[in-house]
């Protein structure tokens, strides 16, 4: 083989040397990408939300203010929220610890219906926020998970948290009603279970049904398995006492849209 020969070789041997490095670190690259690109979507777009706290909130005075929220009823919530709507939760966004009194966690939902606000948001997604975070949590109410339906009464507030537009909860969980279903494909039937403390309006309390011990365990058990256990949290008899008010949805959506109305 002449030299020239020898010298085409070596280069050709070096050129596919060349090429196969450049294809083996392009698939690296794109291998390194893909799995990058699969933690993110995984973690970041779908982490229900930070780990759940184990202590509560410490408030050092009363923080439910009438002065702010208005009386604990359903004409006074409607009156001053801006939006209430039905929402499913889909995924966590952030949290604000900034201010360890008050800590609290941003959520991407969903809109299903608008019973008070921008008929617009409907099918839309928002921003929502709720008091509490991987720090602590308001007591007896754990952090939302993907998947939760509420029902909420809520204040618009503009450019918080790098958001331009958040929704905050009237009262914290005072103006939050999860959304469970106990029913069959064939034969739906959705509560409305108020978190925490209950209205005080007399014609709402009217339409509860707590009074039937039976549809009332039969209500509350699918929502510790859906929102408390989902969580992983350890629930106490005593925190069962704050889910104490239990509605047909159907009867809560007609109260309001009579109040709306002006019919009540």
């Known amino acids: 083989m002449h030299y020239a020969d020898l010298e085409i070789a070596a280069y050709k041997a070096k050129l596919l040397r060349k090429t196969v490095g450049i294809i083996l670190l392009?698939?690296?690259?794109?291998?390194?990408f893909t799995v990058v690109g699969f933690v993110f979507y995984t973690f970041a777009l779908h982490h229900p939300s930070p780990k759940q706290p184990e202590k509560d909130l410490i408030f050092p005075n009363s923080f439910y203010e009438p002065e702010a929220y208005g009386e604990m009823t359903v004409p006074a919530y409607l009156e001053n929220s801006d939006l209430v709507a039905k929402l499913r939760v889909e995924r966590w966004l952030?949290?604000?610890?900034?201010?360890?009194e008050y800590p609290v966690s941003y959520y991407e939902a969903r809109v299903e219906?608008?019973?008070?606000?921008?008929?617009?948001l409907r099918d839309t997604?928002?921003?929502?926020?709720?008091?509490g975070s991987s720090q602590a949590r308001q007591m007896g109410v754990p952090l939302y998970d993907v998947g939760n339906t509420l029902l909420v009464f809520t204040e618009e507030k503009s450019d918080t948290a790098g958001y331009p537009v958040v929704y905050a909860p009237r009262g914290f969980a005072r103006g939050v009603f999860d959304i469970v279903d106990i029913g069959s494909k064939d034969d739906p039937l959705?509560?409305?279970?108020?978190?925490?403390?209950?209205?005080t309006d007399d014609g709402l309390q009217a339409k509860q049904i707590t009074k039937d011990t039976h549809l009332y365990s039969a209500v509350c058990s699918p929502?510790?398995?859906?929102?408390?256990?989902?969580?992983s949290m350890n629930i106490s008899p005593w925190e069962k006492l704050y889910y104490n008010q239990v509605l047909y949805l159907q009867d809560l959506e007609y109260y309001i849209a009579d109040m709306l109305e002006g019919k009540k």
């Not at 219906?113 to 617009?120: A, F, I």
Request: proline share 4%; hydrophobic share 40%; net charge negative.
């Open 94 to 100: 952030q949290e604000d610890n900034s201010d360890p």
């Open 223 to 231: 929502l510790y398995t859906q929102f408390y256990y989902s969580n």
């Open 125 to 131: 997604n928002i921003v929502l926020q709720q008091l």
């Open 26 to 32: 392009s698939l690296g690259v794109i291998v390194a």
């Open 113 to 120: 219906l608008v019973y008070k606000g921008d008929q617009w």
């Open 190 to 199: 959705e509560f409305a279970v108020k978190v925490f403390c209950p209205f």
